[in-house]
């Protein structure tokens, strides 16, 4: 493979996870079930695992339904390997702003991030393009309530 090939998986990769948190922040989780292979999986372990297109269409709709829900997912320090030509693996930081209830027109109150982790992710080369396979939610950091 190519160090030009090498490159365009990455990039198409970087952006797999730059939609999924602009989907979720926005109001259209639901779209992030998309972004997975038809048997990708979601987990936040001991928290929730989601499985194949069904499972995510119907967790990322629940979040999407949360209209009192503001967030931002902001990722960073984005390291991927190419393993080849069909798969790669990744993991990115994350910082979660999150406020319940409120007025959208309004800017939300803040003290701190709600949670410092790091998204744990393998990738697949599809008919469609790239997907997510896996996604795995890690903490690092929560904020005491």
Known sequence: MSP??????????ERLVTAY???V???????????????GVWTAP???TMT???ELQKGLGEREARTD???????NNLLLDVLDEDT????????????DGGDDEKPAP??????????????????EGWRFSRREVAVSFVRER
């Open 69 to 75: 829900r503001r967030s931002r997912h902001v990722c």
């Open 88 to 99: 790669a693996e990744g993991v990115v930081y994350l910082v979660l702003y999150r406020h």
């Open 25 to 39: 922040d926005h109001g259209q989780a639901r779209r992030i079930a998309d972004l997975f292979t038809s048997d």
């Open 110 to 127: 803040v003290e701190s991030p709600l949670m410092i982790g790091e998204y744990r992710d393998r990738f697949a080369r599809t008919s």
């Open 52 to 54: 194949g297109t069904e």
């Open 46 to 48: 001991g928290v929730v």
């Open 4 to 13: 030009t090939e090498c490159l365009l998986i990455e990039r198409e990769c």
């Open 21 to 23: 948190c602009h989907y």
